[in-house]
């Protein structure tokens, strides 16, 4: 089973995401608060894509070959709120790409 770990960590002038996958870090720093993140997997392409769902921007992207389900999972560290809206229209930077 492959693993594809995200972790947020808020700064004061900035936001740090870190992706961990296969035991690779990906760091991505963005100056503002993302209010929703957007998460596209296309099966077929083996793309997995997570974004900024408001301004249509790439924060993280990758490939794997899926060969069986892919079973998405969800948690937060600590007391909060995780709101998932399934259904959202594909964004216009993914139709041309």
Known sequence: ???????????????????LHTGVMSDVHVTEHLAKIGILLDYNSGRLLFFNAERGLVLFAMRHKFTGAAHPA???EKAGVLTLCTGME???FVKHS
């Open 1 to 19: 089973m492959r693993r594809l770990t995200v972790f947020w960590f808020p700064f004061s002038h900035s936001f740090l995401y870190r992706f």
């Open 90 to 92: 594909l964004p216009e």
């Open 74 to 76: 969800f948690a937060l």
